[in-house]
């Protein structure tokens, strides 16, 4: 596994396409879903979400707010987006159970 992360460059209407709030987003490698992957940071194995993390398992978007400050000269130039999560992370036969999650994302976007 790879530790670089290629940033898409998105324009606010594609992040507007693709942040619903209220969405349940499903987990995989397929269009339209998402993986999740945790570091253990002691042995650095990383587990993650696949097909099997879909049976009772959740991952919500809360909120989408855009980010910037155009009061004080500063453009809309992102999203921030809250979700909530529960769900099983695999490496291998391993698993771990993740509950109670949350996570806050900042998608930036670019004013072509």
Not at 4 to 27: C, D, H, Q
Not at 66 to 88: D, H, L, M, W
């Amino acid at each position: 596994m790879s530790e670089a992360i290629e940033v898409p460059e998105w324009t606010r209407e594609e992040l507007e396409s693709v942040l619903l709030e209220g969405k349940n987003y499903m987990f995989g490698d397929g269009p339209g879903q998402i993986r999740l992957i945790i570091k253990e940071p002691i042995s650095n194995v990383y587990y993650q979400t696949d097909d099997r993390s879909n049976a009772d398992d959740y991952l919500v978007l809360e909120s989408v707010e855009e980010y910037g400050s155009p009061e004080v000269g500063i453009p809309y130039f992102g999203k921030i987006a809250r979700f909530t999560f529960q769900c099983n992370v695999y490496d291998g036969d391993k698993r771990w159970r993740l509950t109670n999650g949350e996570a806050v994302l900042f998608f930036r976007y670019f004013n072509f």
